[in-house]
């Protein structure tokens, strides 16, 4: 089965600051990544994804880059807010497993 | 839409205890799945359903779990008899679709404690 692994764990930034979280894959098949976050006491919400076809996927603050040769992806927030606090987790779509989830924690 | 709907919220039990959690997907989703999530396992999948057929169950940890789906609106996952190391927060998600969209609804999940 699909085995996707997610860095950093954590990740903590300055207000307005960029942050990058980053996913490999190894199941060549996958087609689509998504991007989940989850807010405290709430389930994993879809912020973002992208399918095998698009190199990149930009909406608002949130982008995903794929990289199908080296079977990574990305998750870039810039200009990033208290608000985007949370737990970030990717997932590669054959498999449906979900990495390990990134605690990305922005300082006012 | 309220989005999918999972029953009880918290649920606090002994140790060999039976307990049942339930969620309602989304209508007109034909996928449901069960995850459970601890810090040290992260999001786990335990099965999932398509049509309300059971289509892979190698998440489920062991015999002690049992999921079904009797019906397009309604699921069960029970636990008998339940395990301190059961204590967990438990989602359901719902999609429509695997090859289409695929985004997961998740529910805001059931707590469950085993003492």
């Known amino acids: 089965g699909e085995n996707v692994e997610q860095h950093p764990s954590t990740l903590s930034v300055q207000e307005g600051d960029s942050a990058v979280i980053k996913c490999t894959y190894s199941d060549s098949a996958s087609n689509y990544f998504p991007w989940y976050k989850q807010e405290l006491g709430k389930g994993p919400q879809l912020i973002i994804d992208i399918r095998s076809n698009v190199g990149e996927k930009k909406d608002q603050r949130i982008a995903v880059t794929l990289n199908k040769t080296a079977k990574h992806f990305s998750l870039h927030i810039t200009e990033t807010q208290p608000e985007d606090s949370a737990v970030y987790f990717c997932?590669?779509?054959?498999?449906?497993?979900f990495g390990a989830g990134t605690r990305l924690t922005v300082k006012p | 839409d309220a989005g999918v709907i999972q029953s009880p919220r918290h649920e606090v039990t002994e140790m060999g205890q039976e307990v049942t959690l339930r969620c309602k997907p989304i209508?007109?989703?034909?996928?449901l799945f069960w995850y459970r999530q601890t810090m040290m396992r992260g999001l786990e999948l335990l099965i999932y359903?398509?049509?309300?057929?059971?289509i892979d169950d190698s998440g489920m940890p062991e015999d002690r779990f049992s999921a079904k789906m009797p019906n397009a609106s309604f699921s069960t996952l029970k636990i008998q008899p339940s395990e301190p190391r059961d204590s967990a927060v438990y989602f359901c998600?719902?999609?429509w679709g695997m090859g289409g969209t695929y985004e997961q609804y998740f529910g805001p999940g059931t707590r469950l404690t085993v003492t």
């Open positions: 209508s007109g989703h034909d996928y």
């Open positions: 998600a719902s999609s």
């Open positions: 997932a590669a779509s054959n498999d449906m497993r």
């Open positions: 359903f398509n049509n309300n057929v059971p």
